[in-house]
């Protein structure tokens, strides 16, 4: 089953903060968030596994609430470069190369 | 420093005809896997392999055939196109470490069945 992404869009100015979350219904050992560009391929960000450490990349950072089954993805100070799909993959098991994909937040960022 | 390449980029087909999406890697990773996607829907596992011989069927499998001879093609096939089959689709691959599993998208390929 595949987690649920929200919102799913969000207009932004630069300099502006936003978060996505991204929920499930089973109890999950990874969390990983990808960017996607119009047009372009799925671009890794980050992974968040159960028992492990809030992540960052630069300015964008995850944490992964293993009680909740939930994730969220932090995007402080957005820049022009921000804008795109965020989606939010789920792995079940230590070894499970299989993820199941939300349908994605689109995220805008404007001058 | 090619990663995955996926070919052709952009196709049309009629409806019934047949064709072969090629996927290549040469990072040398286990795991290939395709996957379609159709807008407010994600991305969605087709079909997956774990190493060369091995293959397996993801959330969709249907109308679609794959197989794995060597560690770095995964082509995927479309046997009778069908309009419903339009879409864009990704071939990845990944390796397991102790930081996880991070997958590594081709650029897409886009496809019109008609």
């Known amino acids: 089953q595949q987690p649920v992404q929200s919102p799913q869009a969000v207009i932004l100015r630069e300099g502006e903060d936003a978060v996505i979350n991204c929920s499930s219904s089973?109890?999950?050992?990874?969390v990983h968030w990808y960017r996607q560009k119009h047009g372009e391929a799925p671009v890794f960000l980050m992974i968040l596994l159960k028992g492990g450490e809030q992540k960052g990349h630069e300015k964008i950072s995850a944490s992964f609430n293993e009680k909740k089954q939930q994730s969220s993805l932090y995007l402080t100070a957005s820049q022009l470069s921000y804008s795109g799909t965020y989606f939010c993959g789920t792995g079940l098991r230590s070894n499970d190369y299989k993820l199941s994909f939300g349908a994605g937040t689109t995220v805008t960022v404007r001058a | 420093n090619a990663g995955v390449t996926q070919t052709p980029k952009f196709q049309v087909l009629k409806t019934g005809q047949s064709m072969t999406l090629q996927c290549a890697q040469d990072m040398n990773h286990e795991y290939m896997s395709w996957y379609r996607q159709d807008p407010g829907m994600g991305l969605r596992l087709i079909h997956y392999s774990v190493g060369a011989g091995i293959t397996d069927q993801g959330e969709v499998p249907n109308g679609y055939n794959v197989s794995r001879s060597t560690t770095e093609d995964f082509p995927l096939r479309l046997l009778s196109a069908a309009p419903s089959q339009t879409s864009v689709y990704f071939c990845?691959?990944?390796?397991?470490?102790?930081?996880?599993?991070?997958?590594?998208f081709g650029e897409g390929s886009w496809l019109t069945v008609v």
């Open positions: 089973k109890a999950l050992y990874s």
């Open positions: 990845a691959s990944s390796f397991q470490d102790t930081s996880g599993n991070t997958i590594y």
